[in-house]
């Protein structure tokens, strides 16, 4: 059974940085791809980035520049570095995991999901 666990939410002021970590663990395939996604309160769920195993990325909008994706040398973990974080940052993260999918696929396509972890940012 696979498990998807995040961990490293939490509250912060805006400017500060948080680093959020997921671990995957019990699939029976090499994960190619590993990202974070979020959910604003009142907002669809949207990408925050995406890694491949060969370490190409891809970021959503709003946090270009100011995130970090990487992958640990297992490959069945995942960290997201946020920094100059902004209020309108808060949401739930989810780290998500595939496979097959590449990092332009639709997050309704992605296998594994974890529970989620809260980021909240004060003014």
């Known amino acids: 059974q696979v498990q998807v666990v995040e961990s490293g939410g939490g509250l912060v002021q805006a400017g500060g940085s948080l680093r959020l970590s997921c671990a995957v663990s019990?699939?029976?395939?090499?994960?190619?791809?590993m990202g974070w996604y979020r959910q604003r309160p009142g907002k669809q769920r949207e990408l925050v980035a995406a890694?491949?195993?060969?370490?190409?990325?891809n970021y959503g909008d709003s946090v270009k520049g100011r995130f970090t994706i990487s992958r640990g040398n297992t490959n069945n973990t995942v960290y997201l570095q946020m920094s100059s974080l902004k209020p309108e940052d808060t949401a739930g993260y989810y780290c998500?995991?595939?496979?097959?999918?590449?990092?332009?696929?639709?997050?309704?396509?992605?296998?594994?999901w974890g529970q989620g972890t809260q980021v909240t940012v004060s003014s």
């Open positions: 998500a995991a595939d496979p097959l999918a590449s990092i332009y696929s639709a997050s309704r396509l992605l296998d594994y």
């Open positions: 019990g699939s029976p395939f090499s994960l190619n791809v």
């Open positions: 890694i491949l195993a060969d370490g190409k990325t």
